[in-house]
Each structure stands twice: as C-alpha cells, then as structure tokens.
C-alpha cells in the first residue's frame, strides 16, 4: 500500500525555525518526484516546489524560492520542508504529494503565533 | 506560460451528472493532467491522471461515477449520479520540466 505519512501540526513563534517531514512508504521512492503544496485557510492548493529523492534535484516555485528548502533523505524515504524563520503570514496546512502516482501526504499544520 | 484555467463554481442536483472543464494554455494541448478532489476540511485526493487522447487512470477506491475525457485542449471530469458527498472543490494539476501547475479549483455544489 502507498503511503506518504507527514510529521504532526506545529505551533511555532515568528522567527523560529521549523523541519516537518514526509515519509513515503509502498513504492520506490527514489524513481518520482514529491511536491509540497501550500493551502491557506480558504484558499486554493499552491504549488512551492518539488524534489526527486533519486538525486535530490530540487526545484522551486519562484514564489517560494528563498523561502523554504526542500530537502531529502532517500535511505530512509523521507521529504523534508525547512524554514529558516517563520512569518506570521507562513500560518498554513502543509502536504506532501506523488500526483503521478496519485497520493497525498496527510498534511501539517503549522501555526505561526506570536 | 503553462496555465491552467477552471470555472470557480459549479452546481447540480443530487442524482443528476456534472461535467467540470480545466483549459490548458495555448500551445499545451497534449499534457496530461490530473484531477483531485477536496471535500470540506480534509486533504485532497488524487481521482485520476487525463491524457490528451481522453484515457485516464483513476486512483484506488475512486467510483466508477468519476470519469475522464479530453478534447482539444480542455480536459473534463464528469461525476455522474451525484451524491451529497461529491460536494466539493476540485482542482486539475499537470507537470512541466521541473515545475507543477495548479488550477484555482471549481467549488462544487450538489443541490
């Protein structure tokens, strides 16, 4: 079975730093790209970038480059999105997601609060 | 540029079928897409990849009332015998040399 499992929601203050991760599971994780798509509340799903575990080739949309990295570990199936220093306005649902394949990580809250 | 378009809103009746349109750009006819559904507050699901001849792969699970054509460069999702449960946004998606594009989705409500 296919599975992409994210980390828990996180409640961080503005300027802290924040790792959530996607773990992928049932396929060969290193032969398709991940994505990770924002959604804010009541808005539409907004693509940030994608990376192909394979060999961690990594591209971004232009308007999240600078923003975020993106990373991965294939030895152990694993996505990952960093923030170096959250902003208020990162508040959002976060997920991962194989559209080729046609799956989708749970996602992750993140709440930015001061 | 690589855009795709969708109607923001649609509505049918509970029992009747529906028929939701995602426009490539110019010049992009021969993508393939994928569709994906939102019910009201939870994740998305993947319903199928669409490819520009109207073949499509539908995900686990997906019913049989969710079905996949294709003309020109529009692609359309038909939900037949809608439920109540079918209310939702859905969102068309495809894949470019190192980039995903995104629809703004069509909010769909079953009457």
């Known amino acids: 079975e296919v599975q992409l499992v994210q980390s828990g929601a996180e409640v961080k203050k503005p300027g802290e730093s924040l790792k959530i991760s996607c773990k992928g599971s049932?396929?060969?994780?290193?032969?398709?790209?991940i994505g990770w798509v924002r959604q804010m509340p009541g808005k539409g799903l907004e693509w940030m970038g994608i990376?192909?575990?394979?060999?961690?080739?990594?591209r971004y949309s232009p308007s999240f480059q600078g923003q975020v990295t993106i990373s991965a570990d294939k030895s152990i199936s694993t996505a990952y999105l960093q923030w170096s220093s959250l902003k208020a306005s990162d508040t959002a649902m976060y997920y991962c997601?194989?559209?080729?394949?046609?799956?989708w990580g749970q996602g992750t809250l993140v709440t930015v609060s001061s | 540029q690589l855009v795709l378009t969708q109607s923001p809103s649609a509505s049918a009746s509970l029992g009747a079928s529906v028929k939701l349109t995602c426009t490539l750009s110019?010049?992009?006819?021969?993508?393939?897409i994928a569709w994906h559904q939102q019910q009201p507050d939870k994740g998305p699901r993947s319903l199928m990849n669409?490819?520009?001849?109207?073949?499509?792969s539908k995900g686990d699970g997906i019913p049989d009332r969710f079905s996949g054509s294709s003309s020109g460069a529009e692609r359309y999702l038909t939900i037949s015998s809608l439920q109540s449960e079918d209310e939702a946004d859905y969102y068309c998606?495809?894949?470019?040399?190192?980039?995903?594009?995104f629809g703004g989705g069509t909010k769909l409500t079953v009457l």
């Open positions: 997601a194989n559209t080729v394949l046609g799956y």
């Open positions: 049932g396929y060969s994780f290193t032969s398709y790209w």
């Open positions: 990376i192909y575990p394979g060999d961690s080739d990594t």
């Open positions: 110019s010049g992009h006819s021969s993508y393939t």
């Open positions: 669409l490819n520009s001849d109207g073949s499509h």
């Open positions: 998606q495809t894949w470019d040399t190192g980039k995903w594009v």
